[in-house]
């Protein structure tokens, strides 16, 4: 973790948000009580379950930590300016995303709206088919310093798509843009699209070094100032 008094994270497509509690707690520890989770969910009966831990309902969440909503990712308004003025925020330090999948046609879409979420140097965690990546190369390479790319380890990534969703989690550090995709970094991108055998396996828990420093914020400038359904 970087410098600041806090942290937060965006996950647009959280399901009922065990896996994103899961990730903030290992990632930010003891700074838990400095963390804030931004989360959306559309399907009815894993927002439920959501939203029973932003009401205090759950054992794992304070209900201070997580702003819950209720719908389309697509219909969220975020910002960074609250309405009554003066009152200024960055953004998500941290951006789980794991998309609807649809070989890459959706991944490419959800990645570029939600982009914006991230605050400068906001660390990307993109999980998605490795085969997704050809779509995703052009705002990732246009947006994003990548860092690295690992592969599930066996049997959750398989060749077999009736075992598995052949899945990778890309990290990256967003970036000011570009006015056109770096072609080393959309080079690379694409080949590993094309090369499930080109892509190292995620390390188990605790036995590799950091790869990216998480960026925190003063309290008051943490995540959004506007975060809503329209």
């Known amino acids: 973790r970087g410098a600041g008094d806090h942290y937060s994270m965006v996950d647009p497509c959280a399901g009922d948000g065990a896996a994103a509690v899961q990730l903030s707690r290992a990632i930010f520890g ?8 931004y989360a959306i969910e559309m399907e009815a009966s894993r927002y439920r379950k959501l939203a029973a831990r932003a009401s205090g309902n759950a054992p794992d969440f304070d209900t201070s930590h997580l702003r819950a909503l209720h719908g389309d990712s697509f219909a969220a308004e975020f910002g960074y300016v609250s309405q009554r003025g003066g009152h200024e925020t960055m953004g998500a330090s941290v951006g789980w995303y794991n998309f609807p999948y649809d070989e890459g046609k959706v991944e490419a879409r959800w990645l570029e709206r939600w982009t914006e979420a991230l605050r400068p140097n906001g660390v990307l965690l993109l999980l998605v088919p490795y085969t997704a990546l050809r779509n995703c190369a052009d705002t990732l390479s246009r947006h994003y310093n990548v860092i ?41 991108i694409i080949a590993w699209s094309q090369d ?3 892509i190292p396996v995620l390390p188990e828990a605790g036995t590799a070094r950091p790869i990216a420093t998480i960026p925190g914020h003063p309290g008051h400038r943490s995540g959004f100032a506007v975060w809503r359904m329209r």
């Not at 003891?30 to 963390?35: E, L, T, V």
């Not at 959750?156 to 075992?163: I, P, T």
């Open 30 to 37: 003891d700074a838990w009580s400095k963390f804030s989770l």
């Open 148 to 188: 690295g790319c690992f592969k599930f380890a066996e049997p959750l990534f398989s060749q077999d798509a009736r075992c598995a969703f052949k899945q990778v989690v890309l990290y990256a550090v967003r970036r000011a843009p570009l006015l056109d995709p770096d072609p080393v970094v959309r080079a690379r």
């Open 196 to 198: 499930a055998a080109s």
